[in-house]
């Protein structure tokens, strides 16, 4: 499986982006995709994810209500919106099956 993420940018703070993850190659369900967020000097943080079949998502508590991660079959990728953006929502996002990583995508919020 080979993951490749996009969409991430500069953004106020209160903005919004839409992050996507175009998934290659097949895995076996049922499985998750998730989105983990890596800020500067800090873990990786597992902040959303998606089980296939099933459609079934779960959010960190720190972007519940914020955030919505989705899935478009036909086109094999991932989205993660990401709304009412705060500061310390910058970081890479990287997008994950199983071992297999993206390399990642820079979201910036800015003040």
């Known amino acids: 499986v080979q993951l490749k993420e996009s969409g991430g940018g500069l953004v106020q703070v209160g903005g919004s982006l839409r992050l996507s993850c175009k998934v290659s190659?097949?895995?076996?369900?049922?499985?998750?995709t998730r989105w983990f967020h890596q800020a500067p000097g800090k873990a990786r943080e597992l902040v959303a994810s998606?089980?296939?079949?099933?459609?079934?998502?779960d959010y960190a508590d720190s972007v519940k209500g914020r955030f919505t991660i989705s899935r478009d079959k036909d086109k094999n990728t991932v989205y993660l919106q990401m709304t009412s953006l705060k500061p310390e929502d910058t970081g890479v996002y990287l997008c994950?099956?199983?071992?297999?990583w993206g390399q990642g995508t820079q979201v910036t919020v800015s003040s």
């Open positions: 994950n099956e199983g071992t297999s």
């Open positions: 998606i089980t296939s079949p099933g459609g079934s998502a």
């Open positions: 190659g097949f895995t076996f369900n049922p499985y998750y």
